[in-house]
C-alpha cells in the first residue's frame, strides 16, 4: 500500500507559477513510476505528466514547455513545477503510480487526494 499526499495548490494569476509536491509514504516508491493528472468541473480526468523510476517524462502536448515533472527518491516525493498558467490550467490535480509511466488512468495505482489550483484571468 502506497499512500499519497498532495500539497502545494493555490489561487495564482494568468502567467504565474506553482509547484506542487506529492509525498509517498511507502517502501517501494523508487521503484514506481508517478504520474500528475487533473479533473476540471464537469470535466473527466486527463493525464498532464509522467515520469518512470529512471526519471523519463512524458508530458501532454497541453503542458508541454511550460509544466516540468521530477522526483527525488531520497524524500518519497514527486514534483510539478508550473509555469506560465493559464485559466484553462484550473482543476484539481492528482498524483498517482503505477508499475511503470502510462498516460492513461489505467495501471494507476494509487492515487492522493487532489490539490485545487485555480488560475485567475
Known amino acids: 500500500q502506497v499512500q499519497l499526499v498532495e500539497s502545494g495548490g493555490g489561487l495564482v494569476q494568468t502567467g504565474g507559477s506553482l509547484r506542487l509536491s506529492c509525498a509517498a509514504a511507502g517502501r517501494f516508491f523508487r521503484s514506481y513510476a508517478m504520474g500528475w493528472f487533473r479533473q476540471a468541473p464537469g470535466k473527466e480526468r486527463e493525464f498532464v505528466a509522467t515520469i518512470s523510476s529512471g526519471s523519463r517524462t512524458y508530458d501532454a502536448d497541453s503542458v508541454k514547455d511550460r509544466f516540468t515533472i521530477s522526483r527525488d527518491n531520497a524524500k518519497n516525493t514527486v514534483y510539478l513545477q508550473m509555469n506560465s498558467l493559464k485559466p484553462e490550467d484550473t482543476a484539481v490535480y492528482y498524483c498517482?503510480?503505477?508499475?511503470?509511466?502510462?498516460?492513461?488512468?489505467?495501471?494507476?495505482?494509487?492515487w492522493g487526494q487532489g490539490t485545487q489550483v485555480t488560475v485567475s484571468s
Open positions: 498517482a503510480c503505477a508499475a511503470d509511466p502510462r498516460t492513461t488512468m489505467r495501471g494507476y495505482l494509487y
